[in-house]
C-alpha cells in the first residue's frame, strides 16, 4: 500500500504493512497527532469469537520514554489496514516506542513486538 503525506488525514501516520517494512509518514511532532495504520495479519493468532460476535482484540502499546509510563490504543475487529484513533504527542517526547498485542477470550497474548525490542521512531521536532 502507498501513501504519499499529501494523502495523510493527520499530521503523521506509522504504517505497519503486512510486509513488516514499517514506515514513518509525514512527520511526528510534539504538541500534534499521529495515527497508527496496522495490518492485522501480522498478528493473526487469536480470533477468538463469543455468541457469533468477535471476542478478541488487536491493541498497540505505546510510550514516549523507555521508562515512561505506557499506554494503549485498540483497532476495530476486522480484517486488513486498521487505523488507530489519533494519538497526541507529549511536548517533552523525543521518541515514541510502540508493540502489538492480540488477545481474546482464550487468555493467550499473542505480541509483534521485533522480537521483543519493540519498534522505535524518532520525534521530528
Not at 17 to 39: L, M, S, W
Not at 59 to 75: K, L, N, Q, T
Not at 85 to 111: C, M, T
Request: aromatic residues 16%; negative net charge; charged residues 20%.
Amino acid at each position: 500500500m502507498d501513501f504519499s503525506s499529501d494523502d495523510l488525514p493527520y499530521q503523521g501516520v506509522l504504517l505497519f504493512p503486512a510486509d513488516h517494512q514499517n514506515k514513518k509518514i509525514g512527520t511526528i511532532c510534539r504538541g500534534a497527532n499521529f495515527v497508527i495504520r496496522y495490518e492485522s495479519s501480522r498478528l493473526p493468532e487469536n480470533r477468538d469469537t463469543y455468541n457469533g460476535s468477535p471476542a478478541y482484540s488487536i491493541i498497540a502499546h505505546y510510550r514516549f520514554s523507555s521508562d515512561g509510563p505506557g499506554a494503549y490504543v485498540g483497532f476495530p475487529h476486522k480484517e486488513g489496514l486498521l487505523e488507530s484513533e489519533p494519538i497526541y504527542v507529549p511536548h517533552d517526547a523525543k521518541k515514541v516506542e510502540l508493540w502489538f498485542q492480540n488477545n481474546g477470550r482464550s487468555g493467550r497474548s499473542f505480541y509483534d513486538s521485533n522480537f521483543g525490542h519493540n519498534y522505535h521512531f524518532s520525534i521530528d521536532n
